[in-house]
């Protein structure tokens, strides 16, 4: 089945099987069944196999340095507030290299869609452990398995008032496309972490490991009450999924902060002097 976000002729390069298939399919199908514009869609994106994904979207995308694809992304909104914007990559991008990105994009309530390919390794780099590796997850670096606690987006952003904080798994695409279609209608800063598995370079956390050990948040959860949402945040083994916290009246989002007038401000760049109060203020 064809897609209006599909790009033609271009090989995917990632291993059969890989979940990160997956997930592009689950984002080219939201953003065509919220209609969204592909000339007024922008994804940005860093280094790694999940950063790949914006390359097989036909929409504009932004590919840049290892980590930054949140400060792009977020420039990219407050230059021109109209667009659609999504920061997309893995959990090393995200929350290693772009760990402190990721904190002040969630104190700065930036609107954008934050996708995280969340596999617990690094894929590109032949299978190292990554911030969210499982405690004793063996590599052939960490030959006596991590010794760390894995990081906690879904604690770390609620701890920073987030007011769309979200996890889903790739296996089971009809709940999570439900999730990201909810995260992309959010005004502010929204985050997917996506839980995916890397068929070549993690052996434990498996299709199977993933659907044994999460389960669906039900209908009767209130994702408004953040003391629960904390709570929840702190589960594991099962780790729930769905729609952990959103605050719908979470005040002004950055770009709504810093801009005084709604023209987007590629179109003011000549003015020297506005740019530089708007600077001043941020």
Not at 188 to 201: H, K, N, R
Not at 231 to 238: L, Q, S
Request: net charge negative; hydrophobic share 40%.
């Amino acid at each position: 089945m064809s897609h209006l976000f599909d790009r033609e002729n271009v090989d995917v390069a990632w291993c059969p099987g890989c979940g990160n298939f997956g997930i592009l399919k689950l984002i080219k199908e939201v953003l065509e069944e919220l209609q969204a514009d592909k000339t007024n869609t922008v994804i940005v994106s860093g280094i790694g196999q999940a950063a790949k994904a914006p390359y097989y979207v036909d929409a504009n995308m932004f590919g840049v340095l290892h980590g930054r694809a949140v400060p792009v992304a977020t420039a990219i909104k407050v230059a021109n507030p109209h667009l659609n914007v999504v920061a997309e990559g893995g959990d090393g991008d995200m929350y290693g290299e772009g760990g402190n990105h990721f904190i002040h994009a969630v104190r700065r309530n930036v609107d954008i869609v934050h996708i995280v390919h969340n596999n617990m390794v690094y894929g590109l780099t032949k299978g190292q452990a990554s911030p969210t590796s499982q405690k004793g997850f063996e590599t052939k670096v960490q030959v006596n398995g991590v010794v760390n606690e894995p990081f906690n987006p879904l604690a770390v952003a609620l701890s920073l008032r987030a007011g769309f904080v979200s996890r889903v798994s790739i296996g089971n695409a009809v709940h999570a496309k439900e999730v990201l279609k909810a995260a992309f209608k959010h005004h502010g800063y929204a985050l997917v972490d996506i839980f995916q598995p890397c068929v070549t370079f993690n052996k434990t956390n498996t299709y199977h490991w993933f659907k044994d050990n999460t389960y669906a948040l039900d209908e009767n959860y209130d994702s408004s009450d953040f003391n629960a949402a904390l709570g929840k945040a702190f589960e594991t083994m099962p780790m729930p999924l769905g729609v952990i916290y959103q605050n719908k009246n979470g005040g002004a989002t950055l770009e709504e902060s810093i801009r005084k007038e709604d023209t987007p401000l590629y179109t003011a760049m000549h003015d020297t002097v506005k740019i530089q109060e708007l600077f001043e203020r941020y």
